[in-house]
């Protein structure tokens, strides 16, 4: 819930700012990805919903960017070149939050696996 409520004010932020430049806030991962070979369920269940939470994070994370990128596209304040290159930065930004959840995501799996597989031998 106050990993939530963190994205929404975020988002807020973003909403706020209007016109001005928004600063939106990169979410942090989950610290910590449990060892599939002695986790127990409830922490695979924690380490999943952390996992979920962070995805939700940075989709609010990608919809700020969009939101600053058009934002600074109507303030009428930079030409086409500039607009350019702050649309590449936001592309890169964008792009790097989505690797970051697929990277944790697959961390999380292959934990998954090795749990659920450890499970199937006892």
């Known amino acids: 819930m106050m990993r939530k409520t963190i994205a929404f004010a ?20 989950p610290e910590h990805i449990p ?7 409830d922490e695979m269940v924690t380490a999943q919903q952390a996992v979920k939470q962070f995805n939700e994070d940075i989709s609010a994370y990608n919809t700020c960017l969009e939101m600053e990128m058009a934002s600074l596209e109507q303030s009428g304040q930079f030409d086409a070149d500039r607009l350019s290159e702050l649309r590449a930065m936001q592309a ?31």
Do not use: H, W
Not at 21 to 29: D, E, G, N, V
Not at 98 to 120: G, P, S, W, Y
């Open 10 to 29: 975020a988002l807020l932020v973003c909403l706020a700012a209007g016109s001005a430049q928004a600063t939106c806030i990169y979410p942090r991962a």
């Open 35 to 41: 060892d599939g070979k002695t986790a127990t369920f």
């Open 92 to 122: 890169k930004k964008n792009n790097a939050a989505v690797d970051a959840v697929q990277t944790v995501a697959d961390r999380f799996n292959e934990q998954l696996r090795i749990f659920k597989a450890r499970d199937k031998k006892d």
